[in-house]
Structure formats: structure tokens, C-alpha cells
């Protein structure tokens, strides 16, 4: 059982969406699950927190959510250690922008920077191939957990 922090990006809800169903199936896997819908950094850079999964879109042209955005410039600003820490992605965008899922490359990005170590491939969700978000999210979540 891994004390998991979900952080969420989103403008119009899908990533949320995403994000509460990980947590739910987390949960159910007997984790101990946080799904931070207003991310701090004192909420994810803790003693107890051991893996991180973001769930983000991408919103203006490749920007990150103004949700996520305290988070993401804390961390930039601070650089914590975060070298016990594993992580994933799942990023939502859209392919007909040039700045396709970029939000979720960034935040990937960062935790590369903070020596986060990942675990499992990133998960990109395009709106203009699927209507269903959920539906791709689940059996990916349900192999990114064996990793942890
Ligand atoms: C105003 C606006 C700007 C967007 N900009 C991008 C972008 O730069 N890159 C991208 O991949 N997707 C972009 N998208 C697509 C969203 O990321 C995508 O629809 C996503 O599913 C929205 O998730 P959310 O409801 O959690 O915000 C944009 C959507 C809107 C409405």
C-alpha cells in the first residue's frame, strides 16, 4: 500500500473526471489516496507522500491550468528533492493544437528535474480521438499501478 497524491489540472472538468476515477480505483486497491483538486506544495512535497500521479489537460496555447499553476511555479521556484518519489503522467490536449498535451510534458518535465522517479509511460488522451476519457484511462491505470 503506497500513500498516493493525485494532482489535478483542469479547466472544463474531463481531467477531473479522470482524476477521480484513479482515485477511486486506487482506493479500491487498498492505497492511501489524496486527490488534490487545488494542489500545494506542502500538500505534495511531505515525508509520507510516495507517489504522485498528475492528471492534467492543456488549456490556452500549451499552458497549464490555472488550478495546477501554483503548484507547478512552487515547485519550479523551490526545486525540492523528490528523488523518493515515483510518479506518472496521464495528459489530456488535443492534436489539432501545435502544443499538443503540453501542459502534461511540462509537468513531466519538472519532476525529471526534481530527480521524481517515473514510473510507467506517460498516458496522452486526445480529444480528437476519443470521446471517452475514462475508457483509456482505466486499463492504462490498471498497469501503471503494478510498478509502484
Ligand atoms: C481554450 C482551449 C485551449 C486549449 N489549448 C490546448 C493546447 O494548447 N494543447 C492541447 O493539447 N489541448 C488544448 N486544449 C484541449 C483540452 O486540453 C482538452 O479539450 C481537454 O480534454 C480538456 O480537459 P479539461 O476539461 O480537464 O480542461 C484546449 C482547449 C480549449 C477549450
Redesign the pocket.
Known amino acids: 500500500m503506497a500513500v498516493i497524491k493525485v494532482v489535478v489540472g483542469?479547466?472544463?472538468?474531463?481531467?477531473?473526471d479522470v482524476a477521480e476515477m484513479c482515485s477511486q480505483k486506487l482506493t479500491e486497491l487498498q492505497h492511501s489516496v489524496e486527490l488534490l483538486r487545488n494542489p500545494q506544495i506542502d500538500q505534495v512535497v511531505t515525508t509520507e507522500t510516495e507517489v504522485v500521479l498528475i492528471c492534467t489537460?492543456?488549456?490556452?496555447?500549451?499552458e497549464i491550468?490555472n488550478n495546477l499553476l501554483p503548484l507547478y511555479d512552487q515547485l519550479k521556484d523551490q526545486l525540492p528533492q523528490m528523488s523518493t518519489v515515483k510518479y506518472g503522467v496521464i495528459a489530456?490536449?488535443?492534436s489539432s493544437?501545435d502544443?499538443?498535451?503540453?501542459a502534461g510534458y511540462l509537468m513531466d518535465s519538472l519532476m525529471q528535474e526534481l530527480h521524481a522517479q517515473k514510473n510507467g509511460d506517460n498516458l496522452v488522451i486526445d480529444?480528437c480521438e476519443t470521446m471517452a476519457p475514462l475508457e483509456e484511462a482505466e486499463p492504462w491505470l490498471l498497469e501503471w499501478v503494478k510498478g509502484l
Open positions: 483542469s479547466v472544463y472538468g474531463n481531467a477531473l489537460s492543456t488549456t490556452g496555447q500549451g491550468p489530456l490536449g488535443d493544437y502544443t499538443f498535451a503540453e480529444a
